[in-house]
């Protein structure tokens, strides 16, 4: 089971509200007030400036759950200018099994959600304060980029093409985490 995000904070949360205890007569420091007024909409707005992706672009991909002979396998997806733009200046492109030039055997399937790589750039570390509890806390100044990935000539399973990217010199320069191809009911 995932660890949820705030879950100390939450339990503390939700005892002090069935005792009655109202969140603002806490000391004003403390991380449980900050989290209350969050939690109740009392804390102040928070602004998240998110870079402009850019325009779509197609690509395609061969799922991993399928053989790569099979033409239900490859699938043509919509991605966004800006990681595209920065996928192009990797040098470790082929660890990923995206085709961006012939896609006419690629067919669109709304069903699909493709395998993903987050690569965040490892950048310089700044302190930074947390909106909702007030901690502080070390900050990764590098951006990141979504990625979509799927089988090559010769990695045909998810575990596998993680692993190659994380045994990769990209993981030198960037954080990677990943996530797993999902066939949807739409």
Known sequence: MARERFSDLERIYTTLKQAGVNMSQLPANLDIRKYGEWKEG?????????????????VGIIAFGLPDTNAAAKIQLSWNTRAKT???????????????TTLTDY??????????ISLTVRGSSVTATSGITGRKYKKNQGNSYTIP????????HFQEAVQGLLDASIANTHFI????EEWRRD
């Open 42 to 58: 009392d804390a102040p707005e928070r602004t998240i400036v998110r870079p402009d992706l850019g325009d779509p672009v197609s």
């Open 149 to 156: 990935i799927g089988q090559t000539g010769t990695v045909k």
């Open 177 to 180: 985490s990943a996530s797993p």
């Open 86 to 100: 920065y996928f192009d200046g990797l040098g470790d492109k082929a660890l990923f099994g995206i085709e961006a």
């Open 107 to 116: 067919n669109e399937n709304g069903s699909f959600v493709p395998a993903q």
